[in-house]
């Protein structure tokens, strides 16, 4: 029964897509199809398959690894951080984002990232039929994050149509960061994080090509690449850049840590507020309500639909660390399915707060009428976000029980 509603499910959230859509009429149906296939047989091999399985371990492995390498240093600086029974948040899951994030950055600087998210882009839309740009920049996204793969693609986003604009702010709502990864699989199943991934870029292309077709010319379907050179096309000097990154990393830290702190806070405070109306009266007990009936479509018993309800209510309006901190103790002794489903649906940055950075992106980089034209569709790239991150979490739950 449990599966035939997981399947209901990702119907019902395809049939939303389309019920919101700008131009139903300009909906490739073939090219949605070819994904929604695609994804399903890559949910299946990443999850079912003793192949995929390995895949998915071998990179869980391979990235807590780079965190243990990452403890080194912090224990040489830290010592009394790490030498501990229980490391905090902060320890255990962020501060390895100092090795990390440079680490990308030096794959970016030798130009080994950018060539991988080239061809991939270019072969995930001879797959999927979509343009070419749209496709690179769900995988640059993957790799550099919304906001960064947003600012180097400046060039192309002032040539680009408002509308092709909005289907990228529209996307930038459900990736995640690879320098960032670590983190997650710190606190989480690394299996699901991981498989999570490549299923989102997918659906995030999916969801857009429902929400809202553009009809591109092949002349306008140009690629954006990853430029490492100053105003005055001199490559910038490596220990410069090197710690540029570093920098960038500590500031991402403290981003995090204290969107965090002030998001549990408020929480807490208006939870203290509703209170004094009735005892039962909570931010997560509402959110449940609300998100209750996409929770159960998902596949769950009664009890864990509207307990997965308010993990989805608590990671929308605050972000993903809220509710990993909430359940990272407790993770393991949910179902398979629960575990499952949980934790594919936060692997995303889609929330509000992502809506402000992307909006602000914009603005630094388009003229007043193209960002007046995506503030305007601030709804459907919180509509984009969390209908990628029910597809994702519907396509892997029907294979893991």
Not at 2 to 16: C, M, Q, R, S, T
Not at 114 to 138: V, Y
Not at 155 to 177: D, F, G, H, I, P
Not at 307 to 315: E, F, L, N, P, S
Request: with cysteine; proline share 3%.
């Amino acid at each position: 029964m449990y599966l035939i509603v997981n399947i209901i499910g990702i119907i019902v959230f395809l049939a939303i897509g389309v019920l919101f859509s700008k131009h139903r009429k300009k909906i490739q149906w073939r090219s949605i199809i070819v994904m929604v296939v695609l994804n399903l047989v890559l949910a299946w091999f990443l999850t079912s398959m003793s192949v995929g399985r390995d895949i998915v371990s071998g990179a869980a492995a391979g990235f807590d690894w780079l965190v243990q390498v990452a403890y080194v240093g912090i224990e040489f600086a830290l010592p009394s951080w790490v030498h501990v029974k229980s490391m905090d948040f902060v320890t255990s899951a962020l501060l390895p984002i100092l090795l990390i994030v440079p680490l990308f950055d030096i794959l970016t600087y030798i130009g080994v990232l950018p060539f991988i998210i080239k061809w991939i882009g270019k072969g995930l839309s001879a797959i999927t039929g979509q343009p070419r740009f749209e496709s690179f920049f769900a995988v640059e996204m993957m790799f550099l994050g919304n906001t960064e793969a947003l600012a180097v693609s400046g060039l192309q986003l002032k040539k680009m149509k408002a509308e092709r604009n909005v289907t990228l702010a529209m996307m930038s709502m459900s990736c995640v960061t690879a320098s960032i990864i670590g983190a997650y699989i710190q606190m989480m199943p690394g299996q699901f994080i991981l498989t999570a991934i490549p299923i989102n870029i997918i659906n995030a292309i999916i969801v857009t090509s429902l929400l809202n077709p553009v009809t591109v010319d092949p002349s306008e379907d140009t690629v954006a690449t990853v430029s490492d050179t100053d105003d005055n096309g001199k490559k910038e000097p490596f220990f410069s850049f090197l710690g540029d990154s570093i920098l960038g990393a500590g500031k991402l830290i403290l981003i995090i840590t204290a969107n965090v702190i002030a998001f549990v806070a408020l929480a807490a405070l208006i939870d203290k507020v509703l209170q004094l109306v009735n005892p039962w009266l909570t931010l997560e007990h509402i959110l449940g309500v609300i998100m209750y009936p996409f929770a159960w479509l998902l596949g769950l018993s009664s009890h864990d639909s509207f307990q997965m309800a308010q993990y989805m209510g608590t990671k929308l309006v605050t972000n993903e660390f809220v509710v990993m901190g909430k359940v990272t103790k407790i993770i393991n002794d949910f179902d398979p399915h629960f575990k499952a489903v949980l934790t594919v649906f936060i692997t995303s940055f889609a929330n509000f707060s992502t809506l402000g950075m992307i909006i602000g992106c914009f603005k630094g980089i388009v003229d007043k009428q193209k960002n007046d034209v995506i503030s305007k569709n601030v709804g459907y790239m919180l509509l984009s976000g969390i209908l990628v991150s029910l597809l994702s979490a519907g396509f892997v739950g029907l294979f893991v029980w």
